[in-house]
Nanobody, 128 residues
Framework: QVQLVDSGGGSVQAGSSLTLSCAASGGTSRRFVMGWFRQTPGKERDFVAG???????YYADSVKGRFTISRDNTKNTVYLQMNSVKPEDTAVYFCAADSDYYTSVAALPRAPRSYDYWGQGTQVTVSS
């Protein structure tokens, strides 16, 4: 059983940067596609970024060019570097792990139902 622990959230000003971390235990994270999602009250959980076992990155259009996902398999940790944050980035951010392997970019998982394990979430608040 894999456990994911999200951290790094906080309150920041628009235009600044923030790095979220997701530490995996109970199994090696290199076996998983890792993703970041975010959710605001009353809304569905939205895909933000993902990274495959081979290191291929993919992003939601709303964060492309501003956010960067990366993984350090030696530390079983995935990161989300958030630059030039905006008030609309305010949300609870969740990391997630998907144990499947995908053979095409088009098939890479963006739906929450594709993921098997979830972190507890970390709050990011961006003020203008």
């Amino acid at each position: 059983q894999v456990q994911l622990v999200d951290s790094g959230g906080g309150s920041v000003q628009a235009g600044s940067s923030l790095t979220l971390s997701c530490a995996a235990s109970g199994g090696t994270s290199r076996r998983f596609v890792m993703g970041w999602f975010r959710q605001t009250p009353g809304k569905e959980r939205d895909f933000v970024a993902g990274i495959t076992q081979a290191g291929t990155e993919y992003y939601a259009d709303s964060v492309k060019g501003r956010f960067t996902i990366s993984r350090d398999n030696t530390k079983n940790t995935v990161y989300l570097q958030m630059n030039s944050v905006k008030p609309e980035d305010t949300a609870v951010y969740f990391c997630a792990a998907d144990s499947d392997y995908y053979t095409s970019v088009a098939a890479l998982p963006r739906a929450p139902r594709s993921y098997d394990y979830w972190g507890q979430g970390t709050q990011v608040t961006v003020s203008s």
